[in-house]
């Protein structure tokens, strides 16, 4: 139950296009839910976060989409570049302190 | 760049040593979380401090062991090395409490090897 599951495990794109990732948790107690970027030999930034209240936030060319019936959310980016290549990770939190993280999907965008 | 840093960058150990790891927060920051990150795996959250104590503990056993000092940095100590330790640790710091939650800022990690 407190897993957070993530598909695709890899993603490639070609620059322009719109790389989807999707997430799946069973924890209706899951109130806020991020996304992170990593590069290699980085730590995870924090891309974008949303509550289960709205639907759908965008921030730049990133939106997370958020189905709170199907306890799914996913994350679009719009005309993506070859710098976004990296590899990113949604995770899921309750009321409690942690966060629970998917497994990752490293995405290439292709020049 | 968060403002969060973690010290050493790497480091090898051997079987059965000890080894602690730094962290100083972003300022501001009151809260600090430890995560485990293994190769190509998501963290898994092993503790976090909040105001000097531990707030809350994921499925580490007690040979993971922390502290957080009055500056708000915290140590992460780690007994009796095993091979399966062999990771990235992150360190993420949080304003305000554990209720202001979640809003991680993570330093760039420490590579432990464990030979």
């Known amino acids: 139950q407190q897993q957070v599951k993530q598909s695709p495990q890899s993603l490639i794109v070609q620059k322009g296009g719109i790389p989807i990732i999707n997430c799946a948790y069973e924890?209706?107690?899951?109130?806020?839910f991020p996304w992170y970027q990593q590069f290699p030999g980085k730590g995870p930034a924090l891309l974008i976060a949303?509550?289960?209240d709205v639907s759908e936030k965008k921030e730049g060319r990133f939106t997370i989409s958020f189905n709170k019936s199907a306890k799914q959310f996913s994350l679009h980016i719009m005309d993506s570049q070859p710098g976004d290549s990296a590899t990113y990770f949604c995770?899921?939190?309750?009321?409690?302190?942690?966060?629970?993280w998917g497994a990752g999907t490293k995405l290439i965008i292709k020049p | 760049e968060t403002g969060v840093t973690q010290s050493p960058t790497h480091l090898i150990k051997t079987r059965g040593q000890q080894v602690t790891l730094r962290c100083s927060s972003q300022?501001?920051?009151?809260?600090v979380s430890w995560y485990q990150q293994a190769l190509g795996q998501g963290p898994q959250f092993i503790f976090q401090?909040?105001?000097?104590?531990?707030?809350g503990r994921g499925n580490f056993p007690p040979r993971f062991s922390g502290l957080q000092f009055p500056n708000y940095s915290s140590e992460l100590n780690v007994n009796a090395l095993e091979l399966d330790d062999s990771a990235l640790y992150l360190c993420a710091s949080s304003p305000g409490g554990p209720e202001a939650k979640n809003i991680q800022y993570f330093g760039a990690g420490t590579r432990l090897s464990v030979l």
């Open positions: 300022s501001g920051h009151n809260t």
């Open positions: 995770a899921a939190a309750d009321s409690s302190y942690q966060l629970i």
């Open positions: 949303i509550r289960p």
């Open positions: 401090y909040y105001r000097e104590e531990e707030n």
């Open positions: 924890n209706t107690a899951f109130d806020y």
